[in-house]
């Protein structure tokens, strides 16, 4: 882990290169354990239309859509329990939460060609207090952060593998979205494509 110095950005606080490119590799295998055990899923909204983003879960809970809308559950929909969140992801909440809590969920995001997430707010957690923790693996994408209210300004920033993003305090209710993603940008993913991972205390 190299410790870069934090930019902040609306509150938004990144950590640039983070993770050095061993680190990132470490975390990749990991995660491939994580997916052969909660295989990704591109889910249902509740009107019916599928995500363009894969998605898994470990830890306690794990975030789920599908036409009764969307929640935390602690089991994939396969119904075997979400696989523990890696060590290597854990280390990354331990050193820039600032939380004394334990992470409950760390939702697996994976964005292939055209792939994107739309504005939004995290906000199926019960204690905004904590933070959420966003970490970038594979292909550059293009972050968009809005504010607490729809609509306003937004800026963008492009996020890149090994970078880490911590949404806390002010920031942590602020839109925030994924244009789109620079594919070939990275190697680090077989097949191209970009994994983040987004650490969050559920209860
Ligand atoms: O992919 C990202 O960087 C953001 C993901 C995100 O906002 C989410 O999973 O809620
Ligand atoms: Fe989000």
Known sequence: ??????????????????LDRAAQEAMLADLRQ??????FQRYET?????????????GRFGWVSDRRGYRYEPRHPSGVPWP????????????????????ECCLVNLYR????MGLHQDRDEADFGEPVVSISLGDEALFRIGNE??????????????DVLVMGGAARLLHHGIDRIREGSSTLL????RINLTLRVVT
């Open 1 to 18: 882990m190299t410790e870069g110095k934090a930019v902040e950005i609306r509150g938004v606080r990144l950590f640039p290169g983070w």
């Open 46 to 58: 509740r009107r019916g239309q599928r995500m363009s983003v894969e998605m898994t879960a470990a």
């Open 34 to 39: 994580v997916a052969a055990a909660a295989p």
């Open 84 to 103: 523990p969140i890696p060590a290597s992801v854990r280390a990354v909440w331990d050193a820039v939460s600032e939380s004394a809590r334990a992470p």
């Open 113 to 116: 060609g055209s792939a994107r």
């Open 190 to 193: 077989d097949g191209g494509g």
């Open 149 to 162: 209210e729809r609509g306003g300004r937004t800026e963008s920033v492009w996020l890149r593998s090994g």
